[in-house]
């Protein structure tokens, strides 16, 4: 049961995430839960060993899960990453991708390794006592582990440097990542306890709440990426109200002092420009007009002047007036 909620956490956040998918063609968050809500499901029992059976009982799922998992984390660190560096890593993509390439190759090689296997959803209980078997499910905790480190290693630097909703949300998503690194190093000692005995000693309680930790990473985790982008589409819909309140007012000034400007010399208004870029438009062809003028007259009133110059200045600073 846990799992399926954990599936409905990481949904919610995709269907959360539509907008941005709608508007940029792709979303990185959106990807990262559906790969990681799909791992989720087939986590559940019944689930697991419905499937696993119509691919021939032999624990395919288990590795499409891990493989779903590491897939889903890398998405989720790419988009923090970026969203929180301004996407300054410039390396080739190759490069940017070997620790998710060469994770998932190890990922396959330890799972051929381990050697026959049967259906079970209680892998750690029958192949951790296999060297093969336990570095399996340790790749999948390892890269777990560094993803979640390096996000809340970048959350930790750059979230004193954002501003309002940003660091609420991010911080919220550190919190996560670090409580997610501390199950996953945890799980890591269990794990390998199994083929080196001398590590029994660092295991601790075995009846840690792995689920419930991981529950709260991801809740944490999808509110804090929530809130960002609530609170920029928030800041969207001010801003386009602003420019179509601004354009409205600007538009009858533009009209009344190109009123005898010859028509031919003009450009054509687009239709399918957006609000803000007929608004910068209309504000330059007014400036041209004032010069035409000459300094000794002035087709602008003062309050006119004043409107436009506090308009112009909030358009280039992209910032809306409260």
């Not at 995430?17 to 839960?33: E, G, K, S, W, Y």
């Not at 005995?197 to 930790?213: I, Q």
């Not at 354009?247 to 803000?276: F, G, H, S, T, W």
């Amino acid at each position: 049961m846990m799992q399926l909620l954990m599936a409905g956490a990481l949904y919610l956040l995709a269907l959360a995430r539509v907008p941005a998918l709608a508007r940029n063609r792709t979303d990185a968050v959106f990807l990262a839960a559906i790969f990681a809500g799909t791992a989720a499901v087939l986590m559940n029992p019944a689930v697991y060993v419905f499937a696993d059976t119509l691919l021939g009982g032999i624990n395919l799922v288990k590795l499409a899960l891990n493989c779903l998992m590491m897939i889903g984390l890398w998405f989720l660190r790419h988009s923090v990453v970026q969203a929180v560096t301004r996407g300054k890593d410039r390396r080739p993509v190759l490069i940017r991708t070997l620790p998710l390439s060469l994770t998932l190759c190890l990922e396959i090689l330890f799972f051929i390794l381990t050697g026959p296997t049967a259906t079970t959803d209680s892998w750690g209980y029958h192949y951790h006592g296999r060297i093969a078997g336990a570095f399996f499910s340790v790749m999948l905790i390892a890269f777990v582990a560094w993803a979640c480190a390096e996000i809340a290693v970048v959350c930790v630097r750059y979230v004193p440097r954002l501003r309002h909703w940003f660091r609420v949300g991010f911080c919220m998503v550190g919190a996560g990542s670090i409580i997610s690194f501390v199950a996953m190093a945890k799980m890591g000692v269990d794990v390998l306890a199994a083929v080196f005995p001398s590590l029994a000693a660092f295991t601790g309680p075995e009846d840690t709440p792995f689920h419930l930790m991981e529950m709260l990473a991801i809740i944490l985790v999808g509110i804090g990426l929530t809130i960002p982008a609530l609170a920029g589409s928030s800041a969207r819909r001010r801003r386009l109200r602003w420019n179509l309140a601004t354009l409205a007012r600007v538009e009858p000034i533009r009209d009344r002092v190109l009123q005898d400007a010859a028509r031919e010399r003009l450009l054509a208004p687009d239709a399918r420009a957006l609000p803000q870029e007929r608004l910068h438009r209309m504000i330059v062809e007014i400036w041209d007009a004032e010069l035409g003028a000459g300094t000794g007259s002035s087709v602008l009133t003062p309050e006119e002047r004043a409107y436009l110059l506090s308009a112009e200045v909030n358009l280039n600073l992209n910032n809306v007036p409260a």
